[in-house]
């Protein structure tokens, strides 16, 4: 099969898109044809060996975390799904495996391939519902988890104000409609560019990125894009008593944001205590949880793909359309 892969350690220019051999399902697991996948920071990040002491990887490996597609064959023991099911959902890599959530963890061979496998039993896998497209389901998992997780987290009142740094990222685009639906004043981070995206979204106000736009006396800041070692800038913007809510890597400590009457949460979710894939269909499919996708790539470009993932400014998503995939409409969203 063909899919998009990296022989070595290395920066995303060194990704290569081959024929490896086609993953085949043991026992628990199910092997899906890919329709279409999204890229993730995870998906240049852990090839690059910035965390090769915590989390080596084997070679060849093949990147790619979020997914949509049919299931072409199943393994022993798995009642859930049959072939021909449509299905979406998020599996990280199984060298991450320790991080991968205590109990059903999502782990996969890599989603920008022709074909992947997944472990059956985990939240993170869903039936692909109705009205919901391949690509918007491609490009929904990780995004569709982490807005909910955030707004689960912020325990936002109505009237609140929100900072939101790092707006045009995928999870930006997804939780902005989430705030407005929440009735919060929303203040984005974005370019003049993406400003009248995000505006379309749901925000009431776009700055730009330097700390000094940033407002005083914030309710809630969203931070989606520094490293959370660095977020002091981000704090002074936050009221007395206010919330400070990162996704972002290392792991946050009080100490750091110079803070000790603003709530610092780090957001993670690895084993679906807040909702699963089926949550984000579901809400994705009533309309309240879009995607925005701002590129579309084959899989012959996927390399190129991770390649402006990790250079370019982007907004939204990026999706990667395999080979009979149906695209949908070119439109922004």
């Known amino acids: 099969m063909k899919a998009v892969v990296a022989t070595g350690y290395g920066p995303p220019e060194k990704y290569t898109v081959t024929d490896v051999p086609t993953p085949r399902p043991g026992p628990g697991q199910i092997q899906v044809r890919i329709a279409a996948a999204s890229i993730n920071p ?12 915590t989390v080596p990887l084997e070679f060849p490996h093949v990147p790619g975390n979020d997914f949509a597609g049919t299931v072409s064959e199943v393994g022993a ?44 039993d985990t939240p993170f896998l869903a039936h692909r519902p109705d009205g919901l497209g ?4 491609a490009a929904l998992p990780t995004i569709g988890l982490t807005a909910r997780v955030l707004m689960a987290t912020a325990e936002l009142r109505p009237g609140e104000t929100v900072l939101v740094i790092g707006a045009t990222g995928g999870v930006g685009t997804a939780v902005i409609p989430l705030l407005a639906a929440a009735k919060a004043r929303v203040i984005a981070t974005a370019t003049d560019a993406d400003a009248g995206i995000l505006r379309g979204l749901g925000a ?11 407002p005083s006396d914030i309710d809630v800041a969203f931070n989606l894009t520094l490293p959370s070692d660095q977020l002091t800038g981000v704090a002074r913007a936050i009221r007395p008593g206010g919330r ?10 009080q100490e750091w944001i110079g803070r000790d009457d603003v709530r610092l949460h780090f957001v993670l979710d690895m084993d679906g205590t807040f909702g699963g894939m089926r949550e984000v269909g579901e ?6 949880l879009p995607a925005t996708i701002g590129r579309r790539y084959t899989l012959d470009e996927g390399a190129q793909a ?4 990790a250079r370019l400014h982007t907004t939204g998503k990026l999706v990667v359309t395999m080979g009979d995939a149906v695209l ?3 439109a922004v969203r």
């Open 42 to 53: 995870a998906d240049v990040r852990l090839p690059s060996g910035d965390f090769r002491d």
């Open 77 to 120: 023991g798995v009642t859930a799904y049959q072939v021909g099911d449509e299905i979406f959902g998020q599996a990280v890599p199984r060298a991450l495996r320790a991080m991968a959530g205590a109990t059903r963890p999502s782990l996969s061979t890599g989603s920008l391939a022709e074909y992947a496998v997944f472990e059956a």
């Open 134 to 137: 391949v690509e918007q389901a």
């Open 204 to 214: 009431d106000r776009t700055i730009g990125y330097a700390e000094s736009e940033y």
């Open 244 to 253: 400070l809510l990162t996704i972002t890597y290392p792991v946050p400590r």
């Open 283 to 288: 809400l994705a499919a009533r309309g309240g």
């Open 306 to 309: 991770c390649v402006d993932f």
């Open 328 to 330: 949908e409409s070119p």
